[in-house]
């Protein structure tokens, strides 16, 4: 019911958007984006892991890019984001965690720079995790609301912690041909609650814009007329993991219930297809994700993604 609830509503907000799409000048110079991650829509009976995850992006074009004064393209972009993580079986009494229950509420503030054929991506996360992000009172409401079983297990959660870490991510174009071009990227992560690195590969392959203009990097805002894009996009990536505090507890605050060891290298790979037109841009992403913990199993969820640009 919840995946189909979703589902509906995507379907309904297409319609109704469509017939905003029929200017040829528009521009869009900001950009609003509603995320909702589940692997409900999956379309299986589990709900463990990474649970439930809830973004309200904007971004906003804070330099053009002007090539005459070589200067890059500048966009600003900030998140309010909450996310639930959980471990295999929420159903049953037990002692035994493959990971345990944490919230995460958190504000992500950060910058794309974008050159032709490359983006450099920053950010910045301030939040909590623990009983004040409110996660476990969400998954009980929501699992009220649509009639599921309720969770149990969230009395055991991870004790409060400050969520504060750096982000940087930079992607290079290595490959391209019509209609389809291939990436190349590092990134990494340090602070209370992730320390990573990560390298990977991602491509789009269809109708879209030039690298500045296009809703692959992130946003599709400019000072310039965009055309619609409709393309499909994936990518694969290997993770070194030095510290995941979602499973091991915080520095300061050890969880020593916790029966489970972070697994040293996470690999994920996604596909989706982004419908986008002058206004209102859609997104579907597959994600799979190898283990986290060397007690648990490998994990699918979707992201609905819905964004409006004026």
């Known amino acids: 019911?919840?995946?189909?609830?979703?589902?509906?509503?995507?379907?309904?907000?297409?319609?109704?958007?469509?017939?905003?799409?029929?200017?040829?000048?528009?521009?869009?110079?900001?950009?609003?984006?509603?995320v909702s991650d589940n692997d409900a829509y999956v379309f299986v009976n589990k709900d463990r892991y990474y649970s439930n995850g809830l973004f309200l992006n904007y971004y906003g074009l804070i330099q053009p890019e002007d090539t005459i004064r070589n200067?890059?393209?500048?966009?600003?972009?900030?998140?309010?984001?909450?996310?639930?993580?959980?471990?295999?079986?929420?159903?049953?009494?037990?002692t035994f965690k493959t990971r345990p229950y944490a919230g995460m509420l958190y504000v992500k503030p950060g910058f794309l720079k974008v050159k032709e054929k490359s983006v450099l991506e920053t950010d910045l996360m301030i939040g909590v995790v623990g009983p004040a992000s409110g996660g476990g009172g969400l998954q009980r409401l929501y699992h009220r609301i649509l009639k599921f079983p309720q969770p149990i297990g969230w009395d055991t959660e991870l004790t409060n912690?400050?969520?504060?870490?750096?982000?940087?991510?930079?992607?290079?174009?290595?490959y391209e041909w019509e209609g389809f071009d291939l990436f190349g990227y590092g990134k990494g992560r340090a602070g209370t609650v992730y320390n990573d690195l990560a390298t990977g590969f991602?491509?789009?392959?269809?109708?879209?814009?030039?690298?500045?203009?296009?809703?692959?990097?992130?946003?599709?805002?400019?000072?310039?007329?965009?055309?619609?894009?409709?393309?499909?996009?994936?990518?694969?990536?290997?993770?070194a993991v030095l510290r995941n505090s979602l499973i091991t507890g915080g520095v300061a605050n050890p969880d020593t219930f916790i029966q489970a060891t972070p697994s040293s290298f996470v690999?994920?790979?996604?596909?989706?297809?982004?419908?986008?037109?002058?206004?209102?841009?859609?997104?579907?992403?597959?994600?799979?994700?190898?283990?986290?913990?060397?007690?648990?199993?490998?994990?699918?969820?979707?992201?609905?993604?819905?964004?409006?640009?004026?």
């Open 1 to 34: 019911m919840y995946n189909k609830f979703f589902y509906l509503l995507i379907l309904g907000l297409v319609v109704l958007t469509s017939q905003a799409v029929a200017q040829k000048t528009f521009l869009r110079y900001n950009e609003i984006e509603i």
């Open 71 to 94: 200067r890059d393209k500048i966009i600003f972009k900030l998140s309010f984001s909450q996310q639930i993580y959980t471990p295999e079986f929420i159903f049953l009494d037990t």
């Open 161 to 174: 912690m400050l969520l504060f870490n750096v982000e940087a991510r930079y992607m290079q174009r290595i």
């Open 202 to 239: 991602s491509f789009r392959g269809g109708k879209y814009n030039v690298l500045k203009d296009s809703k692959f990097i992130g946003a599709r805002v400019a000072d310039n007329y965009t055309a619609p894009e409709l393309f499909f996009f994936g990518g694969y990536e290997v993770k």
């Open 267 to 310: 690999t994920s790979w996604h596909l989706g297809v982004n419908l986008g037109g002058e206004v209102a841009i859609y997104q579907v992403v597959f994600h799979r994700n190898s283990p986290e913990t060397t007690r648990s199993l490998g994990h699918s969820y979707v992201s609905l993604k819905i964004s409006w640009g004026y």
